[in-house]
């Protein structure tokens, strides 16, 4: 069992910044990838972005140039920046993790004003 906790959500204007934050615990020793997805009112649950064991990182192209994930081991922690966020960013964000299965956050809400 894994257990995810997000924070650094909130309400920021259109070109502002966020940091989210998710700390992992539990069976953490075990995690292959981690990573964020969000869900806007009336949208599917997308990928944002994710961070392999590896390092390796993908992106969903909207969000590509604007947002970067990092890990700090140490810390058992995934970060999301947020740069240059937009109204259509609006969304609550999940943590996500795989750790012979798939494990999710409660989420944080991100509002974005024009």
């Known amino acids: 069992q894994v257990q995810l906790v997000e924070s650094g959500g909130g309400l920021v204007q259109a070109g502002g910044s966020l940091r989210l934050s998710c700390e992992a615990s539990?069976?953490?020793?075990?995690?292959?990838?981690m990573g964020w997805y969000r869900q806007a009112p009336g949208k599917q649950r997308e990928l944002v972005a994710r961070?392999?064991?590896?390092?390796?990182?993908s992106y969903a192209d909207s969000v590509k140039g604007r947002f970067t994930i990092s890990r700090d081991n140490a810390k058992n922690t995934v970060y999301l920046q947020m740069n240059s966020l937009a109204p259509e960013d609006t969304a609550v964000y999940y943590c996500?993790?795989?750790?012979?299965?798939?494990?999710w956050g409660r989420g944080t809400q991100v509002t974005v004003s024009s």
């Open positions: 539990g069976s953490i020793f075990s995690i292959n990838v």
């Open positions: 961070m392999y064991n590896s390092g390796t990182t």
């Open positions: 996500y993790c795989y750790s012979g299965g798939g494990y």
